[in-house]
């Protein structure tokens, strides 16, 4: 019987397993470990062992084999942390404005930005956006990207918060790729709201959170610190009450000002993301801490702005992932690995670090420990990409994509 369930897949002309590699700082691309003519043994969706093929074969007769026979790089399926594909809608008039040089802030003012796409969401019926989870999942899947972490945030009340974490809950279960949901109900302070931003946050804990928390919809919940959604004195009580209810914490920080890193740090958030603005006295914050520093270019793309400063960051130390941010507004092209190409290119990060930052990095920012690595005992999420040498993978900055992607070790794009 236990004969029947071992498949051995290759062999591969190299295999990145991204063992061995530290959590945080910087990596050279000579700690890569690359092994060449090289298999994969898999049992029941996990990882059983990686080495040369056919030293493999000979160890595990009874393997059925996958047999690779052409060119193939093959690495960790990526895991994008920090997305926002739950949304009803379109922002392209946002978007067309924005490079007839009108700014995301001045467009949010005018009428357009997240308060339209909260507008767009909450006309959608839960079906249209489980659809549209799917669809954008299904193509995140077919790109090499296996397990996704979704926002709410564009519902901003009791019954839409709820009814895009059931969207994703719902669409989970009908995509191959995993999806992690976080509950963003602090994503703005909504404007048919009547009260403060305070007193917002005090409804969000006394009323959405205990749901999401009763009806297991999500352990994370994110806020936006910025001068246009919640500042730092409105985020830390907020952060600290959702900690003591049992949630995860993650941070939409210093995108445009500074301050959400530091307040991040200092509620013991798994990670913080954006941080375009942060710059050398806030890289120097994330020496000594575990959040993860999540980058996302596909935002500073989608707004014309500058990259968050990865190079310093990891040169201070930290744990850098690289994230799509895939949104309605700032970043709707969802391309992941073109966005980190093009990023290691400005920011000058090695292949290593790319990879670090999409992979086992990214894993953390999701308190995930069993993906990221191709390693024994870790979930069998992988991808192959039609080369011979994995440094093309970025050369060709994202138009080279998987031919072929696994989920827990079921082939799911050939
Ligand atoms: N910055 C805040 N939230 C999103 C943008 C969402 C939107 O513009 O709709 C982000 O991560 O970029």
Same mark, same amino acid.
């Given at each position: ?34 092994? &060449? ?23 595990? #007769? ?8 052409? &060119? ?154 910025? !001068? ?8 830390? #009580? ?49 020496? !000594? ?7 996302? #270019? ?54 290593? &670090? ?31 990409? #039609? ?28």
């Amino acid at each position: 019987m236990e004969k029947e369930t071992h498949k051995l897949i290759g062999p591969f002309s190299q295999i990145l397993t991204m063992e061995g590699i530290k959590m945080h700082g910087s990596v050279s691309d000579d700690q890569l470990v690359c092994l &060449e003519n090289a298999g994969i043994l898999t049992k029941a969706g996990r990882i059983e062992d990686v080495g040369n093929f056919e030293t493999l074969r000979s160890l595990h #007769p009874y393997a059925i084999v996958e047999q690779i026979d052409q &060119e193939r790089v093959l690495l960790p399926g990526f895991i994008d942390c920090h997305t926002h594909i739950c949304f009803g809608g379109s922002r392209a008039k946002d978007y067309s404005l924005r490079i007839q040089g009108r700014s995301y802030l001045e467009i949010a003012k005018s009428g357009g930005g997240i308060w339209d796409s909260v507008l767009q969401t909450r006309k959608a019926s839960i079906q249209q956006l489980e659809a549209g989870i799917i669809s954008r999942a299904n193509r995140h899947l077919h790109e090499g990207v296996t397990t996704i972490e979704v926002k709410s945030g564009y519902g901003l009340d009791l019954e839409h918060e709820l009814k895009q974490l059931t969207a994703i809950r719902n669409a989970n279960q009908k995509t191959k790729a995993d999806l992690i949901s976080t509950c963003l109900a602090a994503h703005l302070h909504p404007k048919d709201f009547g009260g403060n931003a305070t007193a917002y946050l005090e409804f969000v804990l006394q009323t959405i959170l205990p749901e999401i928390s009763r009806q297991k919809l999500s352990n994370r919940v994110d806020i936006f610190i910025e !001068q246009s959604a919640f500042s730092v004195e409105e985020a830390i #009580p907020y952060l600290n009450k959702a900690a003591a209810m049992g949630f995860n914490l993650t941070v939409h920080a210093d995108q445009f000002s500074t301050g959400g890193l530091k307040a991040a740090i200092q509620v013991g958030a798994i990670s913080a993301d954006h941080l375009e603005a942060s710059g050398e006295a806030e890289a120097s914050l994330l020496d !000594q801490s575990s959040t993860v520093a999540v980058v996302l #270019p596909g935002a500073s793309l989608g707004l014309g702005m500058s990259y968050a400063p990865a190079r310093l960051l990891l040169n201070n130390g930290a744990c850098v992932a690289i994230a799509s941010d895939w949104n309605p507004g700032s970043a709707p092209m969802g391309d992941l690995l073109m966005q980190a190409a093009v990023l290691s290119a400005s920011e000058k990060l090695t292949t290593a &670090e790319v990879f670090a930052a999409l992979t086992f990095r990214a894993a953390k920012a999701l308190n995930i420990v069993d993906k990221g690595v191709l390693a024994k005992g870790m979930v069998a999420d992988m991808q192959a990409y #039609p080369t011979a040498d994995y440094r093309e993978i970025l050369y060709y900055q994202g138009k080279l994509k998987p031919a072929e992607v696994w989920k827990d070790g079921r082939l799911v794009k050939n």
